[in-house]
């Protein structure tokens, strides 16, 4: 409140537009949430999307699927063709993920060459094997580098499922990592008795 030059009372009023400000701080937010490569979840805001739905499943009976994808042989992938390759790789299979699962499943970003996927079952509920064979199938489409040249990947996959496998987000990551971990050390024990039938009959 101020007074004009006769002393009579005046209100003065500042209005500030904040759309945006508003703005700039949901971007930010967003961006903060995102890995920066692949733009899926990272770590810390898959976990907190993930909690959050765990959360009202206790209420509704819902059940989830949660995948560990970890890329098989993406090391030699760096070695042989250069991190810009492998960074495609990522990227390329981040847009393909993306494309296939809806809106309230999430997909995290994990490590460096690991995804992690949480599914919301469907009306007919969840079917493990199928969803890890469509997500193979969608892994070990070619991808093309620079120079038109095409590689293909493999992945190792391990699930767990809420509630049947845990309540807690934690023990459901670490039941998960086990399988992939099983399923992981199998794909090189069939690999080696290949290679070593090959070289019985060479």
Do not use: C
Not at 88 to 114: M, N
Not at 175 to 200: C, P, W
Request: charged share 25%.
């Amino acid at each position: 409140m101020i007074d004009d030059a006769n002393d009579i009372p005046m209100l003065e009023v500042i209005i500030q537009d904040v759309s945006e400000r508003r703005n700039r701080e949901h971007t930010f937010k967003i961006q903060a949430e995102l890995d920066p490569l692949t733009g899926l979840y990272n770590r810390r805001a898959g976990k907190e999307k993930i909690q959050y739905q765990l959360d009202a499943a206790e209420h509704s009976g819902t059940e989830y699927a949660l995948l560990m994808i970890d890329l098989n042989n993406f090391k030699p992938i760096n070695d042989l063709h250069g991190h810009k390759a492998g960074d495609l790789v990522l990227t390329t299979l981040a847009d393909r993920f993306t494309q296939h699962v809806r809106s309230d499943d999430i997909v995290i970003r994990w490590g460096g060459d690991e995804i992690l996927m949480f599914i919301k079952q469907k009306n007919h509920g969840l079917d493990i094997p199928n969803i890890t064979q469509k997500l193979i199938d969608i892994i070990q489409e070619p991808i093309t580098l620079e120079g038109e040249k095409t590689i293909m990947v493999g992945a190792s996959i391990g699930h767990a499922v809420y509630p049947l496998n845990g309540l807690d987000l934690d023990l459901l990551i670490q039941r998960a990592d086990e399988v992939m971990y099983q399923v992981k050390s199998q794909i090189k024990a069939d690999n080696q008795k290949s290679t070593d039938s090959n070289e019985l009959k060479a």
